[in-house]
């Protein structure tokens, strides 16, 4: 049977995330009550784990790491499918990069114990780095490929891989245990059944802390982070905008008059 | 800094950052040091050396001539103990991107990801900026070292070439036995969609105001009736509307249209330094309050999902007229 570790993240709703902004005093995200939902890459990740599983024998256990509000995407996975949950929350993770993010969810999955495979998005939707998938595969010493599009499970533990690439994309043999950074083109999750709302009633996640995790406060969150966000500053790239007025009809008119004078259209 | 080759021939993204490590190396006063694997490498490193590179080192060997990500990690990461750099740059490559992650975890230092500039500091300390919120942010390495960035083609000018350069070639010597855990079996060219976006004259971008399928099927009606590119936002792409390949901005596609066209879009930044030098920038979008409208020329407070039909239906009557206009004009 194949055990399976799907790192997910909360990330504000890409939808509304245009809301969020940052205090330039403070430098901490103004969330504007923006609802966290799974970072849409995480759930081709997870539902790669669920195909997995229809296909043959697997468990798979969603890790996530955040605040304990970020318990409920995982409770989120358990009602996709998912056997187990478990969220890595203490205020000593907070503020993170994502070096020292990979390095507690990789202690996270040495906790969990052997694994044959850890599936993560290829990026978060949050305007964060594509480091946290292959991160956490150098601190677990396993092989790598980012950016997966297509998996053909391979007999025992010698999978075969298509990944993006410039202009194409790149076949990788890989041996298992082994971490996929996945793709939107991977696959189309499902949307949660109400059967699968029904039965993560029963299940309940699990909560880890440093003090689980046995590491150093040193090693994790902004202590654990080689990186600092230094400053803030504006982008000049602004211009000098004429809005169009009048009705649809007349600003319509308006748009065509320009776009026929800078010689797009005509 | 790590140098890539495609067919012979280095990556843009790769030359731009030797023209950028240039000028960081002057005021650092250090040299330029450029690592490439592959095969048959001679060429391609003097080529890095023309564009302002002191040293390259090239490790050859037939089985690495594809990219190897466990070999590759562990050449790059021997050499870059042995030489000790203050900085580390790498081009936004797919290989890039795999490869930066994982040499910056095992020499544990930080990595920005996809910056759009990188200045020193006061005190010599690499500023990598991105852009993030509605703002620039800089990100620094304070203490490890290397302070590693990845860098996205087309954010750098292209270095002039200069084939009078004198610059040293090293061979490294690579581990007779790879790691044998990741291979890559071979890499597959299909199209190249992406050029077109990148050098399109005209480009019509949309984002989540598109609101659903329907919406998404008026833009890329706008962008046919432009005969123009079309172009999105992650949101857009979240919604599974359009191909991560055509996204535009910082972790995505740069472009240089003549004439941009944002549809239902906010503005964020993440999208917006993906458009140099446009000579018209106009939006559409429902929300007067959007930061896109300090962004563009024109702007358009309207629905999208009303205004796109009413628009196409106007450019495509005049462009009838315009072709009756010829045709008569002929005649």
């Known amino acids: 049977m194949l055990s399976i570790v799907v790192c997910v993240k909360a990330v504000p709703d890409p939808k509304e995330a245009c809301k969020i902004k940052i205090d330039p005093g403070t430098k901490t995200l103004l969330r504007c009550d923006v609802p966290m939902v799974i970072n849409p890459l995480d759930r081709h990740a997870l539902e790669a784990a669920l195909h997995l599983k229809r296909t043959g024998e697997a468990s798979i256990t969603a890790l996530s790491m955040g605040p304990l509000p970020a318990g409920n995407?995982?409770?989120?996975?358990?009602?996709?499918?998912?056997?187990?949950?478990?969220?890595?929350?203490?205020?000593?993770?907070?503020?993170?990069?994502?070096?020292?993010?990979?390095?507690?969810?990789?202690?996270?999955?040495?906790?969990?114990?052997?694994?044959?495979?850890?599936?993560?998005?290829?990026?978060?939707?949050?305007?964060?780095?594509?480091?946290?998938?292959?991160?956490?595969?150098?601190?677990?010493?396993?092989?790598?490929?980012?950016?997966?599009?297509?998996?053909?499970?391979?007999?025992?533990?010698n999978w075969l891989v298509k990944a993006d690439w410039e202009d194409g994309y790149r076949r990788v043999a890989v041996q298992l245990p082994a971490l996929f950074t996945v793709t939107r083109s991977l696959n189309q999750p499902q949307t949660l059944s109400f059967s699968g709302i029904i039965k993560a009633r029963q299940k309940t996640i699990t909560v880890w802390t440093l003090d689980d995790l046995a590491v150093s406060p040193e090693t994790v969150g902004a202590k654990g982070s080689p990186t600092i966000v230094a400053r803030l500053g504006t982008i000049q790239n602004k211009r000098s905008v004429k809005m169009l007025g009048g009705t649809a009809e007349e600003k319509a008119d308006a748009l065509v008059g320009i776009l026929a004078g800078a010689g797009a259209i005509g | 800094?790590?140098?890539?080759?495609?067919?012979?021939?280095?990556?843009?993204?790769?030359?731009?950052?030797?023209?950028?490590?240039?000028?960081?190396?002057?005021?650092?006063?250090?040299?330029?040091?450029?690592?490439?694997?592959?095969?048959?490498?001679?060429?391609?490193?003097?080529?890095?050396?023309?564009?302002?590179?002191?040293?390259?080192?090239?490790?050859?060997?037939?089985?690495?001539?594809?990219?190897?990500?466990?070999?590759y990690a562990e050449v790059i990461v021997n050499l870059v103990r042995a030489?000790?750099?203050?900085i580390l740059l790498v081009g936004s490559t797919f290989m890039g991107r795999e490869?930066?992650?994982?040499?910056?975890?095992?020499?544990?230092?930080?990595?920005?990801?996809?910056?759009i500039d990188l200045v020193l500091d006061e005190n010599h300390v690499l500023d990598q900026q991105i852009p993030a919120y509605g703002g620039l942010m800089s990100i620094l390495c304070p203490e490890k070292r290397p302070q590693m960035a990845t860098v996205a083609s087309g954010v750098f000018p292209n270095p002039e070439p200069d084939h009078s350069r004198r610059g040293e070639i090293e061979r490294v010597a690579i581990p007779a036995?790879?790691?044998?855990?990741?291979?890559?079996?071979?890499?597959?060219?299909?199209?190249?969609?992406?050029?077109?976006?990148?050098?399109?004259p005209v480009i019509v971008a949309g984002g989540a105001g598109a609101g659903d399928d329907a919406g998404w099927r008026q833009v890329k009606a706008l962008a046919g009736a432009l005969n123009a590119s079309l172009g999105c936002t992650r949101p857009a792409v979240d919604?599974?509307?359009?191909?991560?390949?055509?996204?535009?901005?910082?972790?995505?596609?740069?472009?240089?249209?003549?004439?941009?066209i944002g549809v239902g879009l906010s503005g964020e930044l993440q999208h917006m330094v993906g458009i140099k030098g446009a000579h018209i920038m106009v939006a559409i979008n429902n929300d007067p309050k959007a930061p896109v409208f300090d962004q563009v020329d024109y702007g358009v407070v309207d629905d999208c999902r009303?205004?796109?039909?009413?628009?196409?239906?106007?450019?495509?009557?005049?462009?009838?007229?315009?072709?009756?206009?010829?045709?008569?004009?002929?005649?």
């Open chain 2, 177 to 200: 036995d790879l790691p044998g855990r990741v291979r890559t079996v071979d890499i597959v060219k299909e199209s190249d969609v992406v050029q077109s976006l990148s050098s399109a």
């Open chain 2, 99 to 115: 490869l930066a992650p994982m040499v910056a975890a095992r020499l544990q230092t930080g990595l920005t990801a996809h910056c």
């Open chain 2, 306 to 331: 009303t205004f796109l039909p009413l628009l196409i239906e106007k450019i495509k009557t005049y462009t009838e007229q315009s072709c009756t206009e010829i045709r008569r004009g002929r005649s």
């Open chain 2, 83 to 86: 030489r000790q750099p203050q």
């Open chain 1, 73 to 157: 995407i995982v409770k989120e996975c358990l009602a996709l499918g998912a056997d187990r949950g478990i969220l890595l929350s203490d205020r000593a993770f907070g503020g993170a990069d994502a070096y020292a993010t990979a390095y507690t969810l990789a202690k996270g999955i040495e906790k969990i114990g052997a694994f044959d495979l850890v599936l993560c998005g290829m990026a978060s939707s949050d305007g964060a780095t594509e480091w946290v998938g292959p991160q956490v595969a150098v601190f677990l010493d396993v092989p790598v490929v980012t950016m997966v599009k297509e998996i053909q499970e391979g007999a025992g533990r």
């Open chain 2, 239 to 260: 919604a599974g509307w359009a191909e991560l390949e055509t996204m535009i901005g910082q972790s995505g596609k740069m472009v240089s249209p003549r004439i941009y």
């Open chain 2, 1 to 71: 800094m790590i140098g890539e080759i495609n067919n012979c021939r280095p990556y843009s993204a790769s030359l731009q950052l030797v023209g950028k490590a240039r000028a960081l190396a002057d005021r650092l006063n250090v040299p330029v040091e450029v690592v490439l694997l592959g095969d048959r490498l001679d060429e391609p490193a003097a080529s890095f050396i023309a564009a302002g590179a002191d040293r390259v080192f090239i490790g050859e060997s037939p089985a690495m001539a594809n990219y190897q990500p466990e070999a």
